[in-house]
């Protein structure tokens, strides 16, 4: 179900976490070693960080996008187990993006997060 972009602007900010791996969304959330963090203010002010994610148990790794604060977790592949996790946290998820990061994020930003272009093969929009 594609990401209702009107309702990020509703609220006074966010904070959207992507899977990195060499400047290029991590194919596989479970096995991402690093996010990029956008805090996105309602002014469209936007400050990004990078932040090492834990590699070890699933629940600290879910228990860290919480501890972030993070509100949109966009990702490549995710197993449901994890999928499972972080929904019930009330983080929600963007999965099967690819593709450059800063590209990925913009896309988000422009409400197109869900194009071709930055899609996993065989993941495209109308597949979803």
Known sequence: MPFALE?????????VALTVWENRI????DSAGMLLVADIEKDGRIKKHFEPIDKGLAFSRVARLD???VNVLICGGISDF??????????K?????AGPVEEVL??????DVYRKDLRMPGC???SL
């Open 106 to 111: 913009e896309a988000f930003l422009a409400g």
């Open 67 to 69: 501890e972030l604060g």
């Open 93 to 97: 998820i963007i999965p099967f993006a």
């Open 26 to 29: 991590s194919p596989l959330f």
């Open 82 to 91: 994890f999928a499972s996790l972080i929904e019930a946290r009330r983080i």
């Open 124 to 126: 495209e929009t109308d």
């Open 7 to 15: 309702s990020i602007w509703r609220i006074a900010w966010m904070k």
